[in-house]
């Protein structure tokens, strides 16, 4: 008598439990539909989303081995929502037949952590993805030389010059047209060039947008940073938009967005680039590590590109010692 009553407990707290997830997981969604990233503890929950599914791993086996079918069929809810968001990540994508053989190229964004000055291993790193052109984030200035000379094969380099820090940079085996710095403020961490690709002009942005880096601050501040680094991020998105709606050639964008896929931020930039990942690649596509973590837990690294550009692969490479793991997308002209 006392075991069914103990079992009767547990089951009964495995109900709460569950309904009470269910109805926290409806409730954001349906908050996400309505306001998006209107408000800062939303759309911290927005850059977490993935994990908000976590529970799903041990609710669903507990309610399937007691056998609670209520709990079991509401817990489609949540898996439906998780479907509906990273489904296409999810599903293999079939490989896109070449427009033009021997016209591709490798695009790269690459954040190589600011304190990386492991060159031999960033340089292993490029020359395993044999990338054409890759867009840094995070290279210190007075790095530039040492990191230029581990690369020696790439002819052509520019580098943002405004940042003391950290800034961005571009290395090129395509000879180097145009390069100037993306308009500052918003964008303090962004740079334009344009590289000719055997014949024809490619744009090529590297843009490294607004840190999360909330946690490093004392708790006190951890609100007005938050609400700080989306509204910086959001005026960055707002001017890289309107930088590719004046745009004059097919662009390609390369970035540390520090954005996930379910921000808002990502969902404007969605609307006028396509995200080469999303569109050809299989999996997550995480790219940043965090401490001894021994897997990378969120994708913030992207490669994205305009319609007068096709991807053709798309995945994430070795971390040179890095802190991120870099996109790497092979891309073609779909037009003369």
């Known amino acids: 008598m006392a075991r069914r009553k103990k079992l009767a407990s547990l089951l009964r ?30 759309a911290l929950l927005n ?31 949540p898996i439906a929502i998780f479907v509906g968001l990273f489904g296409d990540l999810l599903l293999p994508s079939f490989a896109r037949s070449e427009l033009m053989p021997q016209a591709t190229f ?19 790193a490029i020359a395993t993805a044999d990338a054409d052109i890759v867009g840094f984030q995070e290279v210190r200035p007075p790095n530039t030389g040492a990191l230029t000379a581990a690369l020696s094969n790439y002819p052509y380099t520019t580098f943002q010059q405004t940042n003391l820090y950290h ?17 500052g403020p918003p964008v303090e961490r962004g740079l334009e060039v344009v590289v000719d690709v055997n014949g024809q002009l490619l744009s090529v ?15 006190n501040e951890f609100v007005g940073q938050t609400k700080d680094r989306y509204t910086r991020r959001a005026a960055e998105v707002e001017t890289l938009k309107q930088e590719i709606q004046n745009r004059r050639y097919p662009t390609v964008v390369v970035c540390d967005c520090n954005m996930t896929d379910t921000s808002q931020t990502y969902a404007q930039l969605r609307s006028v680039l396509a995200d080469s990942f999303q569109d050809v690649a299989w999996g997550l596509g995480h790219t ?20 007068d550009l096709q991807a053709m692969t798309a995945y994430v490479g070795e971390s040179g010692g890095s802190d991120h793991q870099p996109v790497i997308t092979k891309l073609q002209f779909t037009q003369k």
């Open 47 to 77: 850059t977490i989303a993935f994990y908000l599914f976590v529970p799903v791993i041990f609710l669903l086996p507990l309610g399937m081995l007691f056998r609670q079918r209520r709990l079991v069929f509401g817990l489609a809810i």
């Open 205 to 219: 942005i590297v843009a490294h947008l607004a840190p999360n880096n909330m946690p490093l601050f004392p708790l």
């Open 288 to 307: 940043l590590r965090i401490g001894s973590i021994p897997f990378p837990v969120q994708r913030l690294d992207y490669v994205w590109h305009t319609t």
């Open 13 to 42: 707290l495995l109900n709460f439990l569950g309904w009470l997830y269910v109805g926290l997981i409806v409730v954001w969604f349906c908050l996400r539909l309505v306001f998006f990233d209107q408000f800062w503890w939303l």
């Open 167 to 183: 800034t961005v940079g571009l290395i090129s085996r395509f000879p180097i047209v145009s390069t100037q710095p993306l308009p």
């Open 106 to 124: 490798n695009v790269m964004s690459f954040n190589i952590l600011w304190s990386n000055e492991n060159y031999d291993r960033i340089a292993q």
